[in-house]
């Protein structure tokens, strides 16, 4: 198992277009994206974080490659960000 997880900076005033698009991308990457298990939106003062579960290290990085990704998450993501996400894969031991 393994874990990719994307801190986003989002102003309040943003958050509710934010989690539009998590939910509405979370169905086709469940569905259509290789090895993926899991994805929760959680959400704190400072920050947002969108983890996601993945079988294998290498399905989370072939997910950072997608178009999916790319394309309409980056996409929908990058007109609310107020810094460059961190993105980290984390190896379950």
Known sequence: MAYLQITLKI?????A????????????????IAGAKSK???VRDEDVQVLH????????????????????VVGGLKPLLDAAPDVRIYQVA
């Not at 939910?23 to 990457?29: D, E, T, V």
């Not at 579960?53 to 309409?72: I, M, P």
């Open 11 to 15: 102003a309040d005033a943003n958050r």
């Open 17 to 32: 277009a934010a989690a539009g698009i998590y939910q509405k991308y979370k169905a086709p990457f469940l569905n259509t």
């Open 40 to 42: 929760e939106l959680l």
């Open 53 to 72: 579960g993945f079988d294998t290290k290498e399905n989370a990085e072939a997910y950072l490659q997608s178009e999916l990704f790319t394309a309409d």
